[in-house]
T-cell receptor, first 112, second 116 residues
Framework: DAKTTQPPSMDCAEGRAANLPCNHSTISGNEYVYWYRQIHSQGPQYIIHGLKNNETNEMASLIITEDRKSSTLILPHATLRDTAVYYCIVRPIYNQGGKLIFGQGTELSVKP | GAVVSQHPSRVICKSGTSVKIECRSLDFQATTMFWYRQFPKKSLMLMATSNEGSKATYEQGVEKDKFLINHASLTLSTLTVTSAHPEDSSFYIC????????????FGPGTRLTVT
């Protein structure tokens, strides 16, 4: 079973920041938080991952709370092409048996 | 970034026939590959995990004799849907975990299977 909880859908205006929340209250110390997104009829695309520090890359920022029980993915300037389903996943990174188990994700609609 | 390809991207087959889907890691080696299926408006469901040179591990409820997985090399895994039926129609997605680095996992573009 997925170990994360996300809102099923969100809307965002084009050009504004999209803030996607994720709850992972049962996360353990050796588990990372991963974010992937899936644009319609394509394979999932890696966005970002983190352990406890905030992370930023060219696509997004990841803010993880101090207790690590929740996180927020931030797309700073959403475009229409960011419309997709966003998945928040926790898994141990160094465990070769670790699997990416997808929950229901958040369907983000970016509107003009 | 690392690229995973799938072939074919779309396939239509008749009920009772078998279909093979290939998954290749193009610019990296992958000891572990994963196969998912996805029904319309649903999330990805992990079917099986395959390690190069050994038998695949199937998730609960997935028939190993129906979904044959072969991981013959560090860059190629195949999924064969045997005796396909209309209910096997789905979007099949493979994923490959890199040998090097921190075990990053990359996804293919998916294969749309339609069984008539």
């Amino acid at each position: 079973d997925a170990k994360t909880t996300q809102p099923p859908s969100m809307d965002c205006a084009e050009g504004r920041a999209a803030n996607l929340p994720c709850n992972h209250s049962t996360i353990s110390g050796n588990e990372y938080v991963y974010w992937y997104r899936q644009i319609h009829s394509q394979g999932p695309q890696y966005i970002i991952h983190g352990l406890k520090n905030n992370e930023t890359n060219e696509m997004a920022s990841l803010i993880i709370t101090e207790d690590r029980k929740s996180s927020t993915l931030i797309l700073p300037h959403a475009t229409l092409r960011d419309t997709a389903v966003y998945y928040c996943i926790v898994r141990p990174i160094y465990n070769q048996g670790g699997k990416l188990i997808f929950g229901q994700g958040t369907e983000l609609s970016v509107k003009p | 970034g690392a690229v995973v390809s799938q072939h074919p991207s779309r396939v239509i087959c008749k009920s009772g026939t078998s279909v093979k889907i290939e998954c290749r890691s193009l610019d990296f080696q992958a000891t572990t590959m994963f196969w998912y299926r996805q029904f319309p408006k649903k999330s990805l469901m992990l079917m099986a995990t395959s390690n190069e040179g050994s038998k695949a591990t199937y998730e609960q409820g997935v028939e190993k004799d129906k979904f044959l997985i072969n991981h013959a090399s560090l860059t190629l895994s195949t999924l064969t849907v045997t005796s396909a039926h209309p209910e096997d129609s789905s979007f099949y997605i493979c994923s490959a975990r890199a040998v090097s680095g921190r075990g990053e996992q990359y996804f293919g573009p998916g294969t749309r299977l339609t069984v008539t």
